[in-house]
């Protein structure tokens, strides 16, 4: 409530925050959490939390009153409709010359991820967070984060067999009779929960295509993980629905002023606060955001010239290929990916054999490329907006659709097959208006110190994507779990 003070203020409830949470309170300190999405746990109207992606409805976006789905069209016909305006789970947040999807809720982006779960390869660590120790990290926080966030592997033996990943067996047909490494990735979901769903036996999430906003059984998200631990401290609280708007300094503490919201996005009560210690996990955009309005409104003014810069999209970019009529990739999908094609080393590409969970047979092949883009975007305050500003252009995706391209154009001509051209709108071949991994923004040992101590106020720091580079060469949340782990183990053992 107004008024209070806390010992340590977490913004945002993704990998970050949650991380910070769970170690703080173990170590016996108070945490409030503050989030400004949804708790997501009370079913809807029809007896579910979360919407499936085939029927998209007022949970699925947040505020807005049309979807904004990834994949626009279909048979080049655009499948977008309206909703009412409600504070739902996944945002696709505009910036000039790109879409940045995250999730909105308590447990932040592992609502609404795939669940990939994985560790770099060690030999490209240098380039992720050249300042990180690699040996600390493979030796004790990748493992560490693995073990917290309950990371496990599909039964190959099954997923050769299984309906559910026929699109993945064509996909790693086609990526090796064009010579490329097919490679499995491990999960969040639990595979044996997947496996009961296949024969019939419990409710179906992943098998019945749900994914993006939210999965209503098998998937370990933070607030079963991490959160959940956090809780049974006994030292934890969390207040969804409050937006974090301000942090000042206020003497030896912190002022913290927060809006509290209600479904339809309209602030029913300002509150301030005050924290001895603020971490910013509100995601990469979100921590970026923040700290370049405050530091142009002077409300942390002494903050230094790197906040808001070294913004990437993990060179993400889609595409999709129509197969033969001897190749179909089947009308049930599982909706967790387990694969990838590994043409990084050569080609600056890693390709995820994605699902396209239509219900209906579509003989199509669906990627979504994590590619080694080099450009990097920057945040700026816009005064007269009233808003903070992306400067990332659309052209600048081009690196990116050429490392695809590296995979993609071997195979078609291996398999005499084109690309979809019917996506992502009318006779568009690459879904290059979006991101599915922001990251960067407040990067390590540039904004903050080499743990992610903000320069210029002992107190403050930053737990989350915002601290990597813009690209993690594979999907990023083991990264940002276990460098999170990481920094707050050195934290807690020197600031408290
Ligand atoms: P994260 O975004 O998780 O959490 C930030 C939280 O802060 C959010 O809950 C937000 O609402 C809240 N917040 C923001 N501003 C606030 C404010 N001012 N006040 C209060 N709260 C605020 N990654 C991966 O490794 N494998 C995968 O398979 C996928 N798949 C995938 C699919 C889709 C559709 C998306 C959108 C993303 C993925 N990702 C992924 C990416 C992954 O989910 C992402 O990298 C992490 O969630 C980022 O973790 P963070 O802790 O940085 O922030």
């Known amino acids: 409530s107004s008024g209070a003070h806390v010992p340590v203020l977490v913004i945002g409830t993704g990998y970050g925050g949650s991380v910070a949470a769970l170690r703080l309170t ?92 994985v560790t770099p390869r060690r030999e490209n660590f240098g380039a992720i967070l050249p300042t990180v120790n690699p040996d600390e990290m493979y030796n004790t926080y990748y ?16 997923w050769e067999t299984v309906d559910c990943y026929q699109y993945s067996r064509v996909g790693r047909k086609h990526a090796q009779r064009s010579g490329f490494p097919f490679v499995f990735v491990p999960n ?13 036996s419990v409710p179906k999430s992943a098998v019945d295509g749900e994914l993006l906003y939210g999965n209503n059984y098998g998937k370990k998200t933070l607030p079963k993980t991490y959160l ?83 913004w990437g999209d993990n060179g993400n970019v889609m595409c999709g290929r129509a197969n033969h009529l001897w190749d179909p990739t089947g009308a049930v999908q599982s909706s967790i990916p387990t694969a990838g094609i590994d043409n990084w080393a050569a080609g600056g590409a890693f390709a995820e054999v994605a699902p396209l969970p239509t219900g209906i047979e579509t003989f199509a092949s669906f990627y979504l490329s994590i590619t080694k883009n080099p450009n990097r975007a920057e945040f700026s305050w816009n005064a007269s907006a009233d ?39 009318v006779y568009k071949t690459w879904g290059d208006h979006l991101t599915y991994h922001p990251l960067g923004g407040v990067v390590l040992n540039k904004a903050t110190d080499n743990y992610g101590r903000l320069h210029g106020y002992s107190g403050l720091y930053v737990i989350d994507g915002a601290l990597i580079p813009g690209n993690t060469s594979v999907n990023p949340f083991v990264t940002i779990t276990a460098l999170a782990e990481r920094n707050i183990d050195k934290i807690i053992a020197t600031d408290f």
């Open 387 to 425: 808003r903070v500003d992306l400067n990332w252009q659309t052209a600048w995706k081009q690196p990116a659709i050429d490392m695809a391209k590296s995979i993609f154009d071997k195979i078609n001509a291996k398999e005499g097959t084109i690309y979809r051209t019917d996506l992502f709108g």
């Open 188 to 200: 969040v979901y639990d595979m044996q929960y997947m496996k009961q769903e296949s024969a019939g």
């Open 26 to 117: 173990q170590a016996g300190v108070d945490v409030h959490m503050v989030e400004m999405g949804m708790a997501w746990d009370t079913p809807g109207t029809d007896g579910k939390i979360f919407a499936n992606t085939k029927t998209p409805d007022y949970r699925s976006y947040w505020l807005r009153t049309r979807t904004k789905q990834p994949l626009s069209n279909f048979l080049g016909f655009p499948i977008d409709k309206d909703v009412p305006r409600y504070t739902g789970i996944l945002d696709a947040e505009d910036f000039s010359g790109i879409t940045v999807y995250q999730g909105r809720g308590v447990g932040g982006g592992s609502l609404v991820n795939g669940g990939m779960a």
């Open 143 to 158: 493992p560490r984060a693995n073990a917290g966030l309950g990371v496990n592997n599909i039964d190959q033996s099954w």
């Open 228 to 310: 959940a631990q956090a809780k049974a401290t006994g030292r934890l609280a969390i207040s969804p629905l409050h937006k974090v708007t301000s942090v000042q300094r206020d003497g030896a503490s912190y002022t913290v002023v927060i809006e509290q919201i209600n479904t339809t996005g309209d602030t029913v009560a300002t509150k301030v606060v005050t924290a001895d210690r603020v971490f910013f996990a509100a995601g990469s955009v979100g921590t970026s955001k923040l700290l370049t309005k405050l530091k142009a409104n002077g409300a942390l003014p002494g903050l230094n010239g790197e906040v808001g810069k070294g």
